[in-house]
């Protein structure tokens, strides 16, 4: 099952990568608080009938009372806040920067999953961590510069997800990938609902035109398919390791900006990428040795 695992972390990952760019020209259309809860409002509606069509609606009669408190909780921290943290954000920053940011999320989730996931790694972990993020940053081609309102916000909404899917990671032992990606969404867009009326958003609901409909309905899908893949991924994978491979998607975002943009890739873009790959596959060997020992001690005791 693990391979099964890096497999949909990896496809979460290619996802990731188109769906930042475009929502980067999504978010120009529209007030991003409102494009935040269509966008999220459809994802829910979609996975609801995806569960409905493969006749799986079973499976919310086997939750817990207190299992239901931890699927509302990954709503807020998970579906809402940071949801409207990073669209914000998106509208004040570049894509580019912003990719980077959210990339940044593994350094979190492995000091949060380290304490409360008992997630342990070796020196192994600590030079890719090194590797992943100077590759990321050359390849990006980012200078050091103070936080702009934007990126902070991106930050904040990263550490969110960071608390999201360390305690998704959780959850996920007991309860099916696709109830907990439901459950993300539904419950963060009623809070995301509640926003819009207490700040006076909501009334921009109402005057969309045809372009603002039809950029909240495209990035829809790779929301959709991001969720299915990365809650299935990360019920098989180690927390830490399916973050890190998450890296991957911001050069695939730089990449298509090139594209878009006529540019061409410079020398230091092609070094942070052999960086991020070779980053990625220390994370690999540094987990398969990890799991090796935790098997080795188990058959011990």
Not at 90 to 116: E, P, R
Not at 215 to 221: D, K, R
Not at 279 to 284: A, C, D, P, T
């Amino acid at each position: 099952m693990m391979k099964k695992g890096v497999s949909l972390i990896f496809l979460t990952a290619i996802v990731s990568g188109f769906s930042i760019f475009i929502n980067k020209f999504g978010v120009k259309f529209t007030n991003p608080y409102v494009f935040t809860f269509l966008k999220n409002g459809l994802v829910f509606l979609i996975l609801f009938g995806i569960m409905f069509f493969l006749k799986e609606l079973d499976m919310f009669k086997k939750i817990k009372k207190q299992d239901w408190k931890k699927l509302i909780a990954i709503g807020f921290i998970g579906g809402s806040v940071p949801f409207l943290l990073f669209f914000k954000g998106l509208s004040i920053t570049t894509s580019a920067k912003a990719g980077f940011i959210h990339k940044t999320m593994f350094l979190y989730v492995a000091i949060l999953a380290y304490f409360f996931l008992k997630e342990r790694f070796n020196v192994k972990f600590f030079i890719a961590t090194i590797t992943v993020v100077v590759g990321n940053f050359l390849f990006l081609k980012l200078s050091w510069q103070p936080f702009n309102a934007g990126d902070l916000m991106i930050f904040i909404a990263t550490i969110f997800w960071a608390t999201e899917n360390t305690l998704s990671k959780h959850v996920l032992i007991d309860i099916p990938s696709k109830v907990v990606a439901f459950s993300r969404m539904f419950f963060g867009s009623i809070f995301i609902l509640i926003f819009l009326v207490a700040t006076g958003n909501i009334k921009d609901l109402f005057v969309l035109n045809a372009p603002q409909i039809v950029w909240s309905i495209v990035p829809t899908a790779f929301l959709v398919l991001y969720l299915l893949f990365w809650y299935e991924g990360l019920k098989h994978v180690p927390a830490t390791l399916a973050t890190s491979i998450l890296l991957l998607g911001s050069p695939i975002t730089t990449l298509l900006n090139v594209i878009y943009a006529g540019a061409v890739l410079n020398l230091q873009q092609v070094v942070g990428m052999v960086m991020l790959v070779g980053g990625i596959v220390v994370f690999l060997y540094s987990v398969k040795e990890y799991e090796v020992k935790n098997v080795s001690v188990k058959s011990l005791s």
